[in-house]
């Protein structure tokens, strides 16, 4: 059944017909007018019908391009008594008459980008890979495959389900209240990031537009939290906090990437089908009902699966960006040195500047990344506690040598935590002892999710996808560097900073400080100072943003942006001390005037003076 389904599948688009789109302009059509139409009279009748005169064919027969082309339109014109006749219309059923298409033949026009790429061995990969998502839905929906898959899905009591829900409610209460952390002045819609489909909504917009929304949202966060982790009206408040938090989310991509939100918003989308109202609390205590004796072990395992998939993700981007260089060349150097300035210590840098140190982490980071997922194979509440410490030090070694601390993902990790055993000593052996084990743990529904998160994974990996806040290949730090220069050349660019002056009769007055409590508006001066300095011309979407940049500091500092002398401080990394090292600090280097979108270089760099900042 699955191989016909994918064979059709396959098929279809060189069979199926479809009509194809018009051109620009209209299609080419004759009409031939009755005896009695004047020239005033054709003119109007031409506007009536949107035909756009081309050139005059034979007696009292004009050749047209039908601009409106819909069967309406079309039955309209050949049923009007003053058209005598027309070429390139079917009269009966009321269509141009061109050459239907296939479908394959239609997309190969539209995309022909697309076509290209097409060739015998993508063609080969996009079929295996249909035939895998195909098959694991199909395996998804039959009892037998979900009883053997439930074999890694640990016990969960209703006890335990209690507890972990709690759990989980605290922590992303606090996670709710960290992250309150958008911009509180006005963000114009100029200056929003171009985003795909899935953040670009008119209403999110808007939203991003005005600083209110986490005025209500955090709060309805925090409110719905505590109504779910106590157990009062626990799945409609967990399906409102989800709610909220997307689009809380969505808001946030206006603004910057959310990477560290992507995960943890599905994985908690795909918990929305665990019954978390029959977990110890509230509900379950004014019920009076004895504890159910079903499985809730998915609450626990589908989380780990999620980070699982993604660890698995994280490291074939590597290999497949990088290749084996990314061990062998000690990949994790570079990005220690590239997070530098946001780590807590130096440890990274000291780690860059030995070689074998770099490479040894390179290493492990790929192996725990790909092997992580195994343990979704094991229900074994310890075994599961030990994998869950091995992703914990992935996440402690990115927070403690990079000082990247995405305490989302942390709070995914609550589903490690032995919460089966601790439920016995909470509530008794006896009671938390008595769950059905020979009911799957993976229903239907369940199943259908975990096979459509791993199809999609499949995909945006196979393909490298990027969507956020709901897909993605995983592909941060999957890069890699030729040399030491390469990146010496990089690490200069980024480690760049611009500073903004505005000269004064015989000073200058710093209005960096104030650039920067302004949304994006370092990001956007930063990037333009650097487009400019390197000749490339402005796009309209830049000039847009800079003058809705401009309008707000007017608008917030009541006066207008003046032009403004870039300084710029620039830092080095010394390879064989481990350190950084200054190459420039406040360097004047140009003036940059916003309102006009234009910069003019320092024309003697050398005999330039800096401005005292």
């Given at each position: 059944?699955?191989?016909?389904?994918?064979l059709?599948a396959?098929v279809?688009?060189f069979v199926?017909?479809?009509e194809?789109?018009?051109?620009p302009g209209?299609?080419?059509v004759?009409?031939r007018w009755?005896?009695?139409v004047g020239d005033a009279?054709r003119?109007?009748?031409e506007?009536?019908?949107g035909?756009?005169?081309l050139q005059?064919?034979?007696?009292?027969?004009?050749v047209?391009?039908l601009?409106d082309?819909s069967?309406?339109a079309?039955q309209?014109l050949?049923?009007d008594p003053?058209?005598?006749d027309?070429?390139g219309?079917?009269?009966?059923d009321f269509?141009?008459?061109?050459p239907?298409l296939?479908l394959?033949r239609?997309l190969?026009?539209?995309?022909?980008g697309?076509?290209e790429r097409?060739?015998p061995?993508?063609?080969?990969?996009?079929?295996?890979?249909a035939?895998?998502?195909?098959l694991l839905f199909?395996l998804?929906?039959r009892a037998?495959?979900?009883?053997m898959?439930?074999?890694?899905?640990?016990?969960l009591?209703?006890?335990a389900l209690?507890?972990y829900?709690a759990a989980?409610?605290l922590?992303l209460?606090?996670v709710?209240?960290k992250?309150?952390?958008?911009?509180d002045?006005?963000?114009p819609r100029?200056?929003?990031?171009?985003?795909d489909?899935?953040?670009d909504?008119?209403?999110v917009h808007?939203?991003?537009?005005t600083?209110?929304?986490e005025?209500?949202?955090?709060p309805?966060?925090?409110?719905?939290l505590?109504?779910f982790g106590?157990?009062?009206?626990?799945?409609?408040?967990?399906?409102?906090?989800?709610?909220?938090?997307?689009v809380?989310?969505l808001v946030?991509l206006?603004?910057?990437s959310?990477h560290?939100?992507?995960?943890?918003?599905?994985t908690?989308?795909g918990?929305?089908?665990?019954?978390?109202?029959?977990g110890a609390g509230i509900?379950?205590?004014?019920r009076?009902a004895?504890?159910?004796?079903?499985?809730y072990?998915f609450a626990?395992w589908?989380?780990?699966l999620m980070v699982g998939?993604?660890?698995?993700?994280?490291?074939?981007a590597?290999l497949?960006s990088?290749?084996?260089?990314w061990?062998?060349?000690?990949?994790?150097?570079?990005?220690?040195?590239?997070d530098a300035?946001q780590?807590?210590?130096?440890?990274g840098?000291r780690?860059?500047?030995?070689e074998?140190?770099?490479v040894a982490?390179?290493?492990?980071a790929?192996l725990?990344e790909?092997?992580?997922?195994?343990?979704v194979f094991?229900?074994n509440?310890?075994a599961?506690?030990a994998a869950?410490?091995?992703?914990l030090?992935l996440l402690?070694g990115?927070r403690?040598?990079q000082?990247v601390m995405w305490?989302?993902?942390?709070?995914?990790?609550?589903?490690?935590?032995?919460?089966?055993?601790?439920?016995?000593?909470?509530f008794?052996?006896r009671?938390e002892?008595?769950?059905?084990?020979?009911?799957?743990a993976?229903?239907?529904?369940?199943?259908?999710?975990?096979?459509?998160?791993?199809?999609?994974?499949?995909?945006?990996?196979a393909?490298r996808?990027?969507m956020?806040?709901?897909?993605?290949d995983?592909?941060?730090?999957?890069?890699?560097?030729?040399s030491?220069?390469?990146f010496?050349?990089?690490?200069?660019?980024k480690?760049?900073?611009?500073g903004y002056?505005?000269?004064?009769?015989?000073g200058a007055?710093?209005v960096?400080?104030?650039?920067?409590?302004l949304?994006k508006?370092?990001?956007?001066?930063?990037?333009?100072v650097t487009?400019l300095q390197a000749?490339?011309a402005?796009?309209e979407?830049r000039?847009?943003?800079l003058?809705a940049?401009a309008?707000?500091?007017?608008e917030t500092?009541h006066e207008?942006?003046?032009p403004?002398?870039?300084v710029?401080?620039e830092?080095g990394?010394d390879?064989?001390?481990g350190?950084?090292?200054v190459?420039?600090?406040?360097?004047p280097?140009g003036?940059?005037?916003v309102?006009?979108?234009?910069f003019?270089?320092?024309?003697?760099?050398a005999a330039?003076?800096?401005?005292?900042?």
């Open positions: 059944m699955a191989s016909a389904l994918v059709a396959c279809a688009p199926i017909r479809v194809p789109p018009a051109p209209g299609w080419h004759n009409v009755a005896p009695s009279e003119a109007d009748l506007a009536k019908y035909l756009l005169l005059p064919h034979a007696e009292r027969t004009w047209y391009r601009r082309s069967r309406p079309v309209a050949v049923s003053r058209v005598e027309t070429y219309i079917d009269r009966n269509r141009v008459s061109a239907r296939t394959a239609q190969a026009d539209r995309y022909p697309v076509a097409l060739t061995r993508a063609i080969l990969r996009v079929l295996l890979l035939s895998l998502v195909l199909v998804s929906q037998d495959v979900r009883a898959a439930s074999t890694g899905v640990p016990q009591s209703s006890g209690g507890l829900r989980l409610a922590a209460v606090t709710v209240l992250y309150a952390d958008l911009p002045a006005p963000f100029e200056l929003h990031r171009a985003y489909w899935f953040a909504w008119p209403w808007v939203l991003a537009s600083p209110t929304l005025q209500w949202s955090t309805a966060c925090v409110a719905l505590v109504f106590t157990g009062l009206l626990s799945r409609p408040a967990y399906l409102a906090f989800l709610a909220v938090l997307t809380h989310v946030v206006q603004h910057k959310a560290d939100w992507g995960l943890p918003l599905v908690l989308w918990l929305a089908l665990v019954p978390w109202s029959e509900d379950t205590w004014r009076g004895a504890a159910p004796r079903r499985n072990g626990v589908f989380p780990g998939l993604a660890f698995a993700a994280a490291a074939w590597k497949d990088s290749g084996i260089e061990v062998t060349g000690g990949a994790v150097k570079y990005h220690f040195i590239e300035r780590a807590p210590n130096d440890w840098l780690i860059a500047s030995r074998g140190f770099a982490l390179s290493a492990g790929i725990v790909a092997l992580f997922i195994v343990h094991f229900r509440a310890w599961r506690a869950g410490v091995a992703g030090t402690a990115f403690v040598l000082g305490m989302q993902w942390w709070v995914l990790f609550l589903c490690f935590v032995p919460w089966q055993p601790i439920a016995r000593v909470v008794g052996d009671r002892s008595q769950i059905d084990g020979a009911a799957p993976l229903r239907r529904g369940a199943a259908a999710v975990v096979a459509v998160v791993v199809s999609v994974q499949l995909v945006a990996s393909y996808i990027e956020e806040p709901f897909v993605s995983y592909g941060m730090y999957s890069w890699t560097w030729p030491r220069a390469a010496d050349r990089y690490i200069a660019g480690y760049r900073r611009y002056q505005v000269v004064e009769g015989n007055r710093d960096t400080p104030r650039l920067a409590r949304p508006a370092a990001d956007l001066l930063g990037q333009t487009e000749g490339q402005l796009g979407d000039r847009k943003a003058a940049l309008r707000e500091y007017r500092y207008r942006l003046s403004m002398v870039v710029v401080d830092l990394f390879w064989s001390r350190r950084f090292y190459i420039s600090d406040d360097r280097i003036t940059l005037d309102e006009r979108a234009t003019a270089e320092v024309p003697d760099r330039a003076q800096s401005p005292s900042r």
